[in-house]
C-alpha cells in the first residue's frame, strides 16, 4: 500500500501570501492518479486538482498543481480568505486501492 | 447537475450492523462510472472504504473488506453500504462520491454532504 505524507502538517499564513503544501508518496505514483482536496469545517472534500496538474472545473487559476514520481505540491499563489481549509492529496493504486494523505490545515496567521 | 445524498441511520449498536444508502441524481449510474465510499472519524482523516460499478463489480479496502458490502439499485439509480459487526471505531462522517476515470487520470469529483453515524450502545 502507497502511503502518502503531507507536509506541514499546519501552516499558518495570512492573506495575500503564497501557500506551498506538499505530498509525498512512499512509491512511485502516477502522476495521473493524484488529486488534491480542499475541506472546510462540517463540508465534504472538494475537488481541486487532478493528474497532479488539471485544475478542476470553476477552480481559481491561484491554484496550481505539479510534481511526478514520489513528490507533488500543490500551490496557491495568493491567498484569498476562503482558501483558509484542510487540504488533502490522494492517489490511485493497483488492487485497485486509494490512499488519502493525513491532510495540511492551513490557517490564518 | 450531479447529487449525492446519504441516508441512514446516525446511531449503531456495536456488533450490528450499519446501514447506509447514496441517492444519485442528474446521471443515471447505469451509464457509467464507478461510486464509492469514503469515511471520516471525527478529527480525523479520510478512509476509502470501496467503489462498485453499475454492473456490481466491487472493489473493498483491505482493512475493511472481511465486514463490508457495496450494492448497487440502478432502478432506484442508488448504491449502498453496510458495514457489520461495528465498533466505535466506525464512528465516522460517512461520504459517497462519485469516481472518474479519464485519459489516464482517477478521481473524485461529485462527493455527498455525508452523514454521521455514531456506533455507541
Known amino acids: 500500500e502507497i502511503v502518502l505524507t503531507q507536509s506541514p502538517g499546519t501552516l499558518s499564513l495570512s492573506p495575500g501570501e503564497r501557500a506551498t503544501l506538499s505530498c509525498r508518496a512512499s512509491q512511485s505514483v502516477s502522476s495521473g492518479y493524484l488529486a488534491w482536496y480542499q475541506q472546510k469545517p462540517g463540508q465534504a472534500p472538494r475537488l481541486l486538482i487532478y493528474?497532479?496538474?488539471s485544475r478542476a472545473t470553476g477552480i481559481p487559476d491561484r491554484f496550481s498543481g505539479s510534481g511526478s514520481g514520489t513528490d507533488f505540491t500543490l500551490t496557491i499563489s495568493r491567498l484569498e480568505p476562503e482558501d483558509f481549509a484542510v487540504y488533502y492529496c490522494?492517489?490511485?493504486?493497483?488492487?485497485?486501492?486509494?490512499?488519502f494523505g493525513q491532510g495540511t490545515k492551513l490557517e490564518i496567521k | 447537475q450531479v447529487q449525492l445524498q446519504e441516508s441512514g441511520p446516525g446511531l449503531v449498536k456495536p456488533s450490528e450492523t450499519l446501514s447506509l444508502t447514496c441517492a444519485v441524481s442528474?446521471?443515471?449510474?447505469?451509464?457509467?462510472?464507478?461510486w464509492g465510499w469514503i469515511r471520516q472519524p471525527p478529527g480525523k482523516g479520510l478512509e476509502w472504504i470501496g467503489t462498485i460499478y453499475h454492473s456490481g463489480s466491487t472493489y473493498y479496502n483491505p482493512s475493511l473488506k472481511s465486514r463490508v458490502t457495496i450494492s448497487v439499485d440502478t432502478s432506484k439509480n442508488q448504491f449502498s453500504l453496510k458495514v457489520r459487526s461495528v465498533t466505535a471505531a466506525d464512528t465516522a462522517v460517512y461520504y459517497c462520491?462519485?469516481?472518474?476515470?479519464?485519459?489516464?487520470?482517477?478521481?473524485?469529483?461529485?462527493w455527498g454532504q455525508g452523514t454521521l453515524v455514531t456506533v455507541s450502545s
Open positions: 462520491a462519485r469516481r472518474i476515470a479519464v485519459a489516464g487520470t482517477v478521481y473524485f469529483d461529485y
Open positions: 442528474g446521471y443515471s449510474i447505469s451509464s457509467g462510472y464507478y
Open positions: 490522494q492517489q490511485y493504486g493497483s488492487s485497485p486501492m486509494y490512499t
Open positions: 493528474g497532479a496538474s
